[in-house]
């Protein structure tokens, strides 16, 4: 019997587990308790790690469809048909006829981390997407915006705060999200215990909100109302205390005047939440010794979800609760990509062809993926690379999509499984099991409420038909690139460095460079090797020419510098159970990015989309029909989790919440199958009858939707559910920066096979 000891890859929480097996045959699964983060404790996901790595449904080869079938093809075929049909398409339409998608489970793997950028460099495509637009993009933003950086994203320093102000997020099932922190409802107990306060902002009684000491039962779109309220509230009653902060803010005077006609007495009933809860809400959150607010997915993606996210990193800030303890704090990682001088992520430097929404960090709004396929004209999509996503589930107008996709002229898929989206690919290229693969989280470290590190090997070798991740993003990369002499050989020469290098040498790298790194004596005495030198400055001279942040970036590391600290990736593996670095420190203004050096606290993009709100604050609501929300469940991560028998067993969960009241006056009965309809189109599904959603308000889970043909998900295909994309409508987007709205939609709700109800 051998113990792997290993990072939780399939969420953000970052919890520790022990593998007990033989020669790579899995036993159990347990939560690590020397784990200096998570101290032992993991969800039921976990334990599915086994089977997504055993999955017989997993693809270990690649497949290249032939008609409506499938063959399988060697890697070397399949690298060099797509290699040559790639150049073709792009000789023949541009790079702007070109698109790349990168889903959800990209950012959970080091290897796809690492090399994905060259990949999409290479290839040329200038339409890019991914799971940002329905997800966590106004959060991005507000970080870009106020600090300088997308990925200056402050989380909640939930060890010692006293008042944890929760919007749009259900903790208890996701374990948190843009907040890394292994058993994060322990922690919120642990801060009950001492005398704290955790308060829950949701339209629905959820999971989080059964732990809550207070719920707040807002109307489905409308935190936007509550966040100005409270911040009217603060001001006007003299409250705010933004203390050191004071003197890093540009833009004070002007939030002051956003908020004012904003009272507690004007958004209560838009909100559904009265001016005297509102009132008192403000006071608690601003006399609290130590507060924090937070928003996530369900504040991300409604029709104000950039104000939103903005609004919360006001709120923070005017009561003096960013950058220190118990507040809204910044992490220090191992591998700090904001010091390495990653892209800052720009917005609105361009717009999508049909709608012309704004980019964000040179990506897309994933609603425009179908439009930008089926319309005919200059910069029409003809061919797409897809990462680790199943857009025809996870987007809205997933119908629409599905069609979209058919019509392509060459589509390939890097993906581990046929599902809804790879089906229509011509080559499917699955990369190696999780357990196959070193890990190391690149971005989670950076969102986590606790500085930690850890490095795991993999617990067993790749079989020798398979590819890592990396490997097949390089090999693609060199056989989709190099349309003169000059690429052809940087690109070589980069495979043949990243080879010699493998991610743990790449990572060691990148720690050295860290803030507990120290110099690397490799680099330094590859570059004066002789027979090296010529590759040394191929490599310097790249990062110059075409990543200038990043090179501009490392002249402040420890490769320059000569800072001696102990951190490298062997270390690491002499830790199996991870190291722990300390707790969330103050960082500004040393870590800000912005041209100012200051906080910038009103962005002309905010001031005028609160005009926007002032419009709609000014409207009678007049909502008669039902507001759709989504939700999630502890078992469950988007789509690519519903192949697992130990997570989907039990009672079916794709089913449609609704308060008894609204039943009984469409004459729903329990368990009785109903007809959701949107302008859209419709699904049907069973309805459940429950008081954990208020009356006007019914919830879908999202992620199912597995009933469509030529796909290879047994477990998943036995249970199928429906898509809560296929009612929801991708003309629906926050205009401020595209974000598709998700939550707050209409619907009308009727029982099968009756007329159509409101």
Not at 418 to 447: C, K
Request: aromatic fraction near 6%.
């Amino acid at each position: 019997m051998q113990e792997h000891f290993r990072t939780c890859n399939l969420c953000e929480a970052m919890c520790g587990v022990v593998i007990s097996h033989t020669e790579g045959v899995i036993h159990s699964i347990k939560g690590d308790r020397q784990d200096p983060f998570s101290r032992g404790h993991i969800c039921p996901k976990a334990i599915a790690l086994k089977d997504l790595q055993d999955d017989p449904d997993r693809l270990r080869t690649p497949l290249k469809r032939v008609g409506q079938s499938w063959e399988a093809v060697s890697w070397e075929q399949a690298f060099a048909d797509i290699g040559q049909r790639w150049q073709q398409l792009r000789r023949q339409y541009g790079g702007d006829a070109l698109g790349f998608y990168t889903g959800n489970p990209t950012v959970h793997h080091t290897g796809a981390m690492l090399l994905l950028a060259p990949l999409i460099h290479a290839c040329g495509a200038r339409k890019r997407f991914s799971a940002t637009s329905v997800d966590q993009l106004p959060a991005m933003l507000a970080a870009q915006q106020l600090f300088g950086h997308q990925l200056l994203l402050p989380v909640p320093d939930i060890d010692r705060t006293d008042f944890f102000l929760c919007l749009g997020g259900n903790p208890a099932a996701s374990n948190g999200s843009l907040m890394s922190a292994g058993d994060i409802m322990g922690r919120i107990r642990s801060m009950q215990q001492r005398g704290g306060k955790f308060v829950v902002v949701d339209p629905r009684y959820s999971e989080s909100a059964e732990k809550a000491d207070a719920h707040l039962a807002i109307l489905p779109g409308k935190d936007v109302f509550l966040l100005a309220a409270l911040l009217q509230s603060i001001f006007s009653r003299g409250w705010e205390k933004p203390g050191r902060l004071l003197q890093m803010l540009h833009g004070w005077d002007e939030v002051r005047q956003l908020v004012a006609p904003f009272t507690p007495e004007k958004v209560a009933t838009l909100t559904g939440i009265e001016a005297d809860r509102i009132h008192r809400l403000a006071y608690e959150f601003s006399h609290a010794t130590h507060a924090v607010a937070y928003g996530r997915v369900g504040a991300c993606t409604q029709q104000f979800g950039g104000l939103n996210l903005w609004l919360i990193q006001v709120l923070n800030i005017v009561t003096g609760n960013l950058d220190r303890p118990g507040g809204s704090m910044f992490s220090h990682p191992a591998i700090d990509l904001v010091g390495l001088g990653l892209e800052r992520g720009g917005f609105d430097r361009f717009r999508s062809r049909v709608r012309g929404l704004p980019e964000f960090s040179g990506e897309l709004p994933a609603v425009c993926l179908a439009e930008e396929i089926l319309v005919p004209g200059p910069g029409q999509l003809r061919a797409l690379i897809t990462h680790a996503a199943n857009p025809v589930l996870s987007v809205p107008g997933g119908a629409q999509l599905d069609t979209a996709l058919a019509q392509l002229e060459f589509m390939v898929s890097i993906d581990c499984y046929l599902n809804e989206t790879t089906r229509h690919a011509h080559y499917i290229l699955p990369p190696s099991g999780p357990l196959e693969q070193g890990h190391f989280d690149l971005i989670f470290n950076m969102l986590a409420v606790r500085n930690v590190v850890r490095y795991n090997p993999p617990m067993r070798e790749k079989p020798i038909e398979c590819r890592h991740d990396w490997e097949i993003l390089l090999e693609l990369a060199v056989q989709m690139g190099g349309r003169n002499r000059a690429e052809r050989l940087r690109l070589s020469l980069m495979r043949t460095l990243v080879h010699r290098l493998g991610i743990e040498g790449i990572l060691d790298i990148l720690l050295r460079l860290g803030p507990y790194g120290q110099p690397v004596p490799v680099i330094r005495r590859w570059q004066q090797k002789s027979s090296d030198q010529g590759l040394f400055r191929l490599l310097t001279g790249a990062l110059q020419d075409r990543w200038p942040d990043v090179w501009q970036g490392l002249q402040h590391t420890a490769l320059f510098s000569g800072k001696q600290q102990d951190l490298t990736i062997k270390r690491l593996l002499t830790a199996p159970h991870g190291l722990d670095l300390g707790p969330l420190m103050p960082a500004l203004p040393e870590r800000l990015q912005t041209a100012s050096g200051l906080i910038e606290l009103a962005p002309a993009i905010y001031r005028q989309d609160m005009q926007r709100a002032l419009e709609r604050l000014e409207m009678s609501d007049g909502q008669n029909s039902l507001q759709l929300i989504g939700r999630r469940h502890v078992r469950s991560n988007n789509s690519w989790m519903h192949n697992s028998r130990r997570l989907t067993k039990g009672p079916g969960r794709c089913t449609l919440m609704m308060h008894p009241e609204d039943a009984a006056q469409r004459q729903i009965g329990a368990d009785q199958r109903v007809c959701v309809r949107s302008v859209s189109g419709a699904v049907e599904l069973p309805v459940e009858l429950t008081t954990a959603v208020r009356p006007g308000v019914v919830s879908m889970p999202h992620g199912y939707g597995h009933h469509r043909p030529g796909m290879r998900l047994t477990i998943a295909e036995a249970q199928p559910g429906v898509s809560v994309n296929d009612v929801l409508d991708p003309g629906q987007v926050d205009p401020l920066c595209g974000v598709a709205v998700l939550n707050g939609v209409s619907v009308n709700v009727s029982p099968v096979g009756r007329s159509q109800a409101t």
